[in-house]
Nanobody
């Protein structure tokens, strides 16, 4: 049974950086799409970023709220997907979840959590001075 394991969460000051990683465990798994979602306190889960594998390496998509600050990337050798978070804000405080599917998704489908088959347990990110 494949499971996704997130790491790298914690407490960070506004304006600083944090790096999250997502690694599959429990079996051979190579996802077509890996994404990060987050759930702020008292709010619904929301899309953050996605990495879609392609013949040219990969394509990325971001929520408007993180565009220009966050970068999603994939390390094929380690089979991990990272989320580099720069210039973090208090509004970035949330539980961050890694999600993946072996099915290809079109851009309009990336933001729907129901399209992902595998999820991690989540890692807490708190932005506070």
């Amino acid at each position: 049974q494949v499971q996704l394991v997130e790491s790298g969460g914690g407490l960070v000051q506004p304006g600083k950086s944090l790096r999250l990683s997502c690694t599959p465990s429990g079996g051979d798994f190579s996802s077509a799409v890996t994404a990060w979602f987050r759930q702020p306190p008292g709010k619904d889960r929301e899309f953050v970023a996605a990495f879609r594998r392609s013949g040219f390496g990969g394509m990325t998509n971001y929520a408007d709220s993180v565009k220009g600050r966050f970068t999603i990337s994939r390390d094929n050798a380690r089979n991990t997907v990272a989320l580099q978070m720069n210039y973090v804000k208090p509004d970035d405080t949330a539980i961050y979840y890694c999600a993946a599917t072996s099915r290809g998704l079109i851009v309009s489908s990336l933001r729907d959590p129901d399209n992902y088959d595998y999820w991690g347990q989540g890692t807490q990110v708190t932005v506070s001075s």
